[in-house]
């Protein structure tokens, strides 16, 4: 499986610890969401093209509390995690307080909206 | 207390004195109230029961003045299994799912104009499973919508069932069977209406479906008998003829009662010009199913006194809807029904028999069951609970339409409401028959283009009502109805300047009236 599927917190976790300091694309979807439908194989493409960004995929019904978390209102929505490569005694605080010492940085660092193919590769390009 | 006696008039006695019981009551359940609040119940200001077109404008509105406000929505399958998501009747099994395939009709109809326009198109199949995966799939998207809007304006959402324990507090029982506790300073019962069976008929339950699970089935509902002649029966039987599908209708006694039955008639009228097959005076007596997984109707007519039989794929009951209260427990908070319908008693408030509890939309009496006098009456009500407001909901000259393959529709009173309100001779009634434009080159049948404006006949002749049938019925409608709400006469319509060409200026070309005995058909420009 080149795009993960995620249904949980712990899942996502885990997917983003895996990752190391790789990019990390998670894509917002529903089976009942047309554009999706259409931007699926451009994602799978993607995720065969670009053998150092970690894909995964998160359908809204099946994990509501995922979508919840990350305020998720549009379908599709992309949101893409990088850990931070700098670590300074400022971001371990941070990490302890902020993340429960979980050392895991969980926020996405970009989002958007929609199923602009094009877009999505031009950000991945520049994020990755 | 002092708020809810106000809205009292003679007709709620009982309100008072329920109302002075249940201040009696409060008294003692307050302290006892406040001890149970304590045991790890949720408590919210506003609690709304059904998730629904009220239900949801009435929670969001009220989250919006800064309540603690909590939705509980629950949908019981039907006896098909069917279910379905946040939004209620309307988004779910309703208005959108039902605008939408009224759509798909239409545009088969378009089809077959599109050739006398020069389009070079052969008639072509219609595909139910593709039409319904579409529609589906918009509805889905809707009650994600729903439940964005919610935790956008931070409304707790639970999807349980709810029904009350006490009058100030609710259980739910998720679909697991999990238990929560939930109570409330007031609470609003927004619960709607399901389609009713009719149980006395051998093989109904078993063998027929109704609207509930026409939206959501994924192969196409083939050879239908549509039992009922409301608008729910007709708008669906419309469609299903339209989309190209063997259909009947069998309607008891007469065609979209309470509404204008000059135009109901015209409205049967025209789908029975367009193929859908009527069977009236008759009532059905059993369902069978066949062995080769046909339905057999047997039904009874009473003029001929002669029994008949028919087969089909799909039978659809559409004998009307009953209010969702059963389940309620509404006898633990000392909510009152109407004893014949089953809905919830309230007053011009929207408050039922117990002072701080409210029903609005389908499940309260009395009340129209559409979509935005819900919406409207639960954004009022919200607002005259947080101290907004005092304005009242009315529900006079609420527009409508039926959408029937010619639609139509209303504002105000029909011809024998304002006959049996004002005297015949008070009434005068302007009436035309005309023709769409794009009728004419399609070559289509216009006979019952139809339109009336029911006026007082005492100048400046206040219009009473209007009535509308004809292609985008509804579109045309709403603006009328801004001229009814102002108390528009027919004096000023008569000096309002048609656009042209459209359907909708023959309303104000209205100058024939039924009175003159003159022809009403327009004719030229």
Redesign the interface.
Known sequence: MMVQIIKDMDELKTFLKAAGSKLVVVEFS?????PCQKICPLVHAMSLQYRNVMFANVD??DS?DLA?IYHV?V?PTFQMFKKAQKVTLFSRLKRAFCCNGSGIVSKPIFEFCGADAQKLEAKIRELM | MAAALRGAGGRFRWRIRAAAAAAAAAAVGGVRGATRRAAGRQNYDLLVIGGGSGGLACAKEAAQLGKKVAVVDYVEPSPRGTRWGLGGTCVNVGCIPKKLMHQAALLGGMVQDAPHYGWALQPVPHDWATMAEAVQNHVKSLNWGHRVQLQDRKVTYFNIKASFVDAHTVCGVSKGGKETLLSAEHIIIATGGRPRYPTHIEGALEYGITSDDLFWLKESPGKTLVVGASYVALECAGFLTGLGLDTTVMIRSIPLRGFDQQMSSLVTEYMASQGTRFLRGCTPSRVQRLPDGQLQVTWEDPSSGKEDTGTFNTVLWAIGRIPETRSLNLEKAGVHTSPTSQKILVDALETTSVPHIYAIGDVAEGRPELTPTAIMAGKLLAQRLCGQSSDVMDYENVPTTVFTPLEYGCVGLSEEEAVARHGEEHVEVYHAYYKPLEFTVAERDASQCYIKMVCLRKPPQLVLGLHFLGPNAGEVTQGFALGIKCGASYAQVMRTVGIHPTCAEEVAKLRISKRSGLDPTVTGC
């Open positions: 529903a089976k009942w969401c047309g809204v019904d509501r919840q209102k379908i």
